[in-house]
């Protein structure tokens, strides 16, 4: 399936990285492409190599017509679950944005209240290069601060599996308990704090 982007600088595009893993933010991306500088190789971020994710990183935010991002905690996801945080998180992506749109898609099933049409599409980071822009965006974002913030917590391998619930990092939850970036409303981290409380 090819990316087909919406030949707009109104259109706007936004996903999200980091629903699934046990720590960290969730962080949402909305990116307007800019028509007359067209990026090539956009798709899918999971489907892309790292250094592809990057360079593709580099051009998005060099060429987009406009882009923002959004992010909401551990904190908050544990708050209101992730599915509401999620929503938040591309609300403020968009807010971020400098320029407004005209209309939105979303990467999923579900929109968030925004001022503007929006159309959810299953699959968007597939068929839609605004939103495949907005899918690199949030990854390599949401990656870097995971790295970031190994260099204070090491013990957590952040830097490798990124907060997702490997097999590393379930063990060194077991071992060190959770930190403040676990989510513990989600199963794993608050089966070890019933261990520990």
């Not at 492409?33 to 999971?46: F, Q, R, Y």
Request: glycine fraction near 6%; proline fraction near 6%.
């Amino acid at each position: 399936m090819s990316v087909q982007s919406l030949a707009s600088e109104h259109i706007a595009g936004i996903d999200e990285a980091g629903r699934g893993p046990l720590a960290g933010p969730v962080v949402a991306a909305c990116v307007i492409l800019e028509p007359n500088n067209p990026i090539t190789d956009l798709a899918d971020s999971k489907r892309l190599s790292v250094k592809k994710r990057e360079a593709l990183y580099d051009d998005i935010k060099l060429n987009a017509h406009a882009w923002g991002l959004g992010y909401a905690t551990a904190g908050e996801i544990d708050k209101i679950n992730i599915h509401q945080a999620t929503l938040l998180a591309m609300y403020r992506a968009y807010f971020s944005m400098q320029t407004k749109a005209k209309h939105v898609y979303i990467d999923g099933l579900h929109c968030p209240k925004l001022p503007v049409p929006c159309t959810a599409i299953v699959k968007g980071d597939q068929r839609v290069a605004q939103i495949s822009a907005a899918s690199i965006l949030a990854k390599v974002t949401r990656d870097r601060e995971m790295e970031n913030y190994h260099e204070d917590l090491p013990q957590y391998g952040f830097n490798q599996h990124k907060g997702y619930p490997t097999a590393q990092h379930i063990a060194a939850l077991k071992e060190y308990g959770p930190c403040k970036l676990h989510r513990k409303s989600y199963k794993p981290v608050k089966d070890v704090l019933s261990i520990t409380n």
